[in-house]
Structure formats: C-alpha cells, structure tokens
C-alpha cells in the first residue's frame, strides 16, 4: 500500500484508563460530532479561503447546528425526559452528554457571532459589500426602506396581539419571530401587552438595496431591521415599547411504526405536516432580549434555561446563504472548474460499449456525473435494453436520472425503483418520485421494514447476441446531481459478471424476491458487511503477529461502531499500522500509548465535503480495495442496507490509492490530526498544497 504511515499527534504518555469523560477506550458520539462543527467554524475564520466562501462556511455552521438539535439533541433530551438509564459505549448517561452538548454549543455559538460581527462583516465592508443598520441609515435609505415595508412586507404580515381569545400561536419550526411589547389600548379599547409577529418564510431574509441607495456597490439590509423600523405601522395608535426576534428549533423526527401502517407512503404524508410542530429543543433569542420577556418564551415553548441562546445579531445566520449568489466578485468566490472525464468516456459516446471494453471508475466532484446520467438516459432509449432497477435514497427535487427512469417505464422497459421513503429531511421529494414513477407504470418498492435502503445500486439489463447481460453503477455517493458538484465520492461502471450477479441478488433481496445467499464480491449490511470488515482487520493483526506487515487505510464520514474500534486498538496492540481520514465523528482515541499509538485519525476540511467511503487492507500485499456506501457505525452495519464492493481491475484500485487516499495522507493544508482527547489541532505550519486542489489540478 502506497502512503507514509502518520505521526500520531502528541502521544499521551498516561494510560487509556486515565482519560477523561466516562469510559476511556471511546469519545462521545455528540461531543465528537461538535468538534466537526468546529472545524466548519474554522473555515470561516481563515483568511486563506476567499472571503464569500468564508461566509457559506459560517452559514454551513448554522445549518449542521439546526440539524444536530432538530434530530440529535432531540433524541437526547427525550430520553433525559424519560430519566432513560442508558449510556453508550462511552460511559456517559444522556443527561451528562445533553449538559455537556448545550455547554459546548454555547461556546461555539459565541465564537460564531464574534466571527460574523467582527471580522466578516467589516472584511465584506472593505469590499463594498455592506449590511446597513438602523443606526446609520441615511434619509434616501429610510425612504426606500419604508417603501419597501408598505410595497412588499406588510400586506403579509398578521401581527398577532396575545390575550384569552388570542393564545401564543404555533411557531413553525426554524422560522423568524417577533415577540413585540405593546402600550396603550387597541381600536376594541382592550389594553395592550405582548404580541407576536411571524416573518413569513418566503420573505427574503437579506434584502439588496440599489446601489445608489445603499451608497456601495453590494448593499444589505436584513428584515430583521426593516420590522424593527417600523413594525409600530402593525399596531396603529398603540406604542411599541421593544421588539425582539426569536427562533424556536424543533424535534423534526417523523414517527411512523413501519409495522403497524398498512401504507408507509401515505403514513409519511400524513406526518410531514407535524415536523414543523415538534417538541421544542432550543429558543434563540436577540441578545437585547429583556430577562422578562426571555423567560416569558422559554415558558411558552416548555424550555429550561440551558436551552436558550441569547445572540449579538440575526437569529437566523443560515439564512445569508443567499448573499454570496447575489454578489458578482468571482475573485472572493472559489474558481470555478469544469469537471473532466475518464480517457474510457472521451471518445466513446456509447457507454455500454465503453464499459464492455473494462470497468469505468469516476471521482467527483473532479470527474463528472454526468455519465451516470447518460448511463440511464441510453438505456432508457436503447431498444435493446429490457429492464432498469435503481435504488432512490436522496435525489432532489429536480432529477435528469429519474426522469429519465420514467422516460424508460413509458419507453416499455421494466422499472424497478428502491425508494428509501425515510430519507431524513428528502421524504417529501421522495414521495413525489415515488408517485410518479407508479403513474407510468415503474414498479416502486420502498426497502424492507425496519431497514434503511442506503445501498447505491443501479443496474441496466440489454438483451446481446440472444442472451442478456447486465450493466451496474455502484457508488458511495447519492443519485444527486447537486451534490455530486460539492461531495468527494466515487462510482464504479462495470459489467463483470460475478460483480453484477451479486448486485441483482441484492436487488431480489429488496424486492422480497428470495432468502440471501452467499455473494461472490459484496459485502453487505445487516448481514456479511460487519463480519467481513472484522476478518479483514483481525487478518492484518495475524499478519503483524506473524512479523509480516500489517496495514490498514481508510477513509469514511464516522467511526462509532465499538467492536470495530476495538479490533483496530487490537490490530494496533500487535504493530498494525492504522491510518484512519475520517470526516466526521470518530469514537476512537488514536495515539494512545498501549492502545492505539499505532492509529491516527486525519480530518480534512476544504471546499467540498468529503464523504467518499474507501477501506483499504494490505492482505500480505494484495492491496484489497473496498468502495462502500455506509459508515463504520451500527445503523450502518445493523439497521440499514449498505454494500462494501470491491475495486478489481488493477488500474483503477491503483487510482483509488493514488487519488483516494494518498493525498489525504499527505495533506498538511487543510487537514486536521486528532488528538487522544477527542481534539484537532492543525499542523503548525501549514505547507505544501491541499488534497482537494492537488485533484482539482489533475482530473478537471
């Protein structure tokens, strides 16, 4: 195997039990997780990343913050509510890791907004890029400003005064509010106290003013501060004595008992409604909140104090996402780039051809997606081909690839669509799809109850020379198109005939067509995946027993799974040598002595988001190569339907090794080194050039 094992950062010469926070061998699934955020955070703080791409970092934060307590802190607060005993492997029950989480997010909170009002805000000031506040509006502004709240605000805006007949409304889940505090009495002569005002969702929450109002070339104004000017024009003839914003985030879990509904999909329609409406798990409020107010909300929403966050500045940072596609400077955005394409796809338009002449590898975002596209759109179109099989986990609103597949039921061939109706936060558009694909007649069957179906599996059946032969893409990544511009992933393209068999069993499987049987090339979760990740591993610790090499690469997004973390701190007790890239949360403590001082762990940040899976075990020089859809993690392993494939043509694993991991390996750019506490600390000086540019380079 190619690649320089890695220095472990700064070994900690006390033994494994003297660490901190509950069991010693594992760091906390959350707490590891919000150590990722942080190294989003840090993005927007380098100065070295163009300055609107530095802001999208800052918003990302906010985004995976929103997530994490929509799903995260939702699960951990329900069982603190139910007193639930359990701990994980970590030794933490959840009411220690809830404290825990609140504390560090307070923390990470802070240092954000110090960020964005401090350092972002006055960089994007020297580049004519400003965001005017009420303070320093000038008389042209407030007219244009005023204009603006008569003409496009306040016809859709329905202040709602608080009283018996009136009750706190029901708050959208993320959305902005006002809690208003009102003096004087109203046109029924009822005597004024608190009233809520709520921003409508299709409100922008940045407004560009014209450039010779706002004095500058990109000017700014949030909605925040149009409602603050004149939100007394909702309240005719009364005073308003304070206006706050505030934000409520709510459990979003849908909760549907796959076992008892008889129609999943029309469970899950009946229940995306509620997702906006869960239990409160935070209230983020302006720091000019008063006391008396604060608390009045947090009554309102059920919350104890540790759950709110005062804030300097909007409550709803996600939402300036927006301002980098409004502003025209591409030289404070990335560069852009056209993706390339494998030399096998250059010159040869027919794809099945192409894969016939050896198997395809593609690497995005680099490479692009488009060929998995065409792969579709061929074979819809193709009179020789008799049948489509594809599984849908996330694939947007707008897909070219599903169309497509519906192109191809109304064409006659036979669809078989695998539509994962509990993709978190996709079930909407994947209900969509589902419909569709059933109106043109495509067979549409949503996995197996109580398994996610996260396998990316797609597989074209043409009729050749009287007998039929199959064509598969595999893939670590979703049939997204969006995505596949911002996330490393690969796919495979191959018609290889063992390869493509243990495919179609999988999809038989799915389809509820037969019992598992033994696959000759794949892997898969729940039934062989965990097994055969745990020989692999013990077979490279029985090669550094025997004095052979032992040698173990691999990247992935989590490392949670505790029997496989302790066959790692096993295989690095005989002198396996263990280089771990993991994007996310990892529960394993590299570096520690007489545990783990054979193991790093590498996190590697950059401009699109790592999430390519590649395990990699030296097999007595073998060089067994794995691509794989899932995590090192037990829903991955138990409770989701995954496939580990491997990579046999020799070119390309030397590819997989070359682009893959070797990179990462040796990036000291944008990359992070864990340390035995659950921390990461950069290299102290940074050198050399990032992973992620070094392909850019190579493959665009």
């Not at 509950?22 to 699934?29: D, E, F, L």
């Not at 970590?90 to 401090?118: K, S, W």
């Not at 338009?349 to 065409?374: C, K, N, T, Y």
């Not at 043409?462 to 490393?488: K, P």
Request: glycine fraction near 6%.
């Amino acid at each position: 195997m190619h690649g320089e094992p890695q220095e472990p950062p700064g070994r900690d010469p006390a033994d494994a039990a003297t660490l901190p926070n509950g069991n010693a061998r594992y760091i906390n699934r959350e707490l590891s997780q919000l150590e990722f955020f942080y190294r989003v955070l840090q993005q927007a703080a380098d100065p070295a990343m163009p300055l609107l791409e530095r802001l999208r970092a800052l918003c990302t934060f906010s985004s995976n913050l929103d997530e994490f307590y929509e799903v995260r802190v939702a699960g951990l607060k329900e069982q603190c509510v139910l007193s639930s005993p359990v701990v994980g492997p970590d030794g933490l029950t959840p009411q220690a890791v809830y404290a825990a989480v609140n504390q560090r997010v307070r923390e990470l909170v802070d240092q954000q907004y110090r960020l964005f009002n401090d350092v972002l805000i006055p960089a994007m000031a020297q580049e004519q890029i400003c965001f005017l506040r009420r303070p320093s509006w000038n008389a042209a502004q407030q007219d244009w400003i005023r204009e603006f709240f008569f003409a496009e605000l306040m016809p859709v805006l329905t202040p709602i005064r608080l009283d018996p007949a009136h009750p706190f409304p029901r708050v959208l889940n993320k959305s902005l509010n006002f809690a208003v505090e009102l003096e004087g009495k109203d046109a029924f002569g009822r005597s004024s106290g608190n009233a809520i005002v709520q921003a409508p969702r299709a409100l922008p929450r940045v407004i560009a003013l014209p450039a010779e109002i706002a004095g500058c070339e990109h000017g700014f104004v949030f909605l925040s501060s149009i409602l603050h000017a004149h939100v007394g024009e909702l309240f005719s003839g009364m005073t308003v004595r304070g206006c706050y914003q505030f934000r409520v985030t709510r459990n979003s879990e849908l909760f549907v008992d796959e076992e008892e509904v008889k129609n999943l999909r029309e469970a899950l329609q009946g229940e995306l409604p509620h997702r906006h409406l869960g239990d409160a798990v935070r209230l983020e409020v302006a720091d000019n909140c008063p006391r008396a107010m604060t608390a009045f909300l947090q009554e309102q929403f059920g919350l104890a104090p540790a759950e709110v966050f005062a804030v300097n500045g909007p409550v709803n940072l996600v939402r300036m996402m927006q301002v980098p596609d409004q502003v025209d400077r591409p030289e404070l955005k990335y560069p852009p780039f056209r993706p390339g394409l494998p030399k096998a796809l250059r010159d040869q338009p027919d794809i099945f051809r192409a894969m016939r002449d050896g198997d395809i590898l593609l690497h995005h975002p680099f490479q692009s997606f488009a060929p998995v596209v065409d792969f579709v759109r061929q074979a819809a179109q193709d009179p020789d081909v008799v049948a489509i099989s594809q599984t849908v986990y996330r694939a947007g609103h707008d897909s070219a690839l599903l169309s497509s597949l519906i192109e191809a039921a109304r064409n006659g061939k036979e669809v078989t669509a695998v539509v994962e109706l509990m993709a978190r936060f996709d079930e909407e558009a994947n209900i969509g799809w589902a419909g569709q694909l059933e109106e043109v007649g495509a067979h549409v069957v949503y996995g197996v109850v109580g398994f996610k179906a996260h396998a990316k599996m797609l597989m074209v059946v043409r009729r050749e020379d009287g007998r039929l032969r199959r064509y598969v893409h595999l893939g670590t990544g979703n049939y997204h198109h969006e995505t596949s511009r911002s996330y490393t992933d690969f796919g495979l393209l191959t018609c290889d005939e063992a390869l493509t068999q243990d495919v179609a069993q999988v999809f038989s499987q799915l389809t509820g067509r037969g019992q598992t049987q033994s696959m000759t090339h794949i892997w898969q979760s729940p039934f062989t995946l965990k097994q055969q990740l745990l020989a692999a591993i013990r077979g490279e610790t029985e090669h550094a027993r025997a004095g052979r090499e032992g040698r173990i690469v691999a990247k992935m997004n989590m490392l949670l799974e505790p029997e496989l973390i302790q066959a790692l701190y096993d295989a690095s007790g005989q002198g396996v040598r263990i280089d771990l890239i993991v994007r996310g949360a990892c529960a394993l403590r590299p570096g520690v002595a007489g545990l783990s001082e054979h193991i790093t762990v590498k996190s590697v940040m950059g401009r699109f988001l790592e999430h390519s899976r590649i395990f990699c075990f030296h097999d007595g020089g073998a060089e067994r190569v794995m691509l794989s859809s899932g995590e090192w993690m037990e829903r991955s392993l138990s409770r989701r339907i995954e496939i580990c494939f491997p990579v046999l043509d020799a070119r390309l694993k030397a590819r997989i090794l070359a682009e893959g991991l070797e990179p990462y390996l040796s990036d000291r750019r944008e990359a992070w080194m864990m340390t035995p506490e659950g921390n990461y600390v950069r290299p102290p000086v940074p050198d050399g050039e990032s992973a992620q540019r070094r392909l850019l380079a190579a493959l665009t």
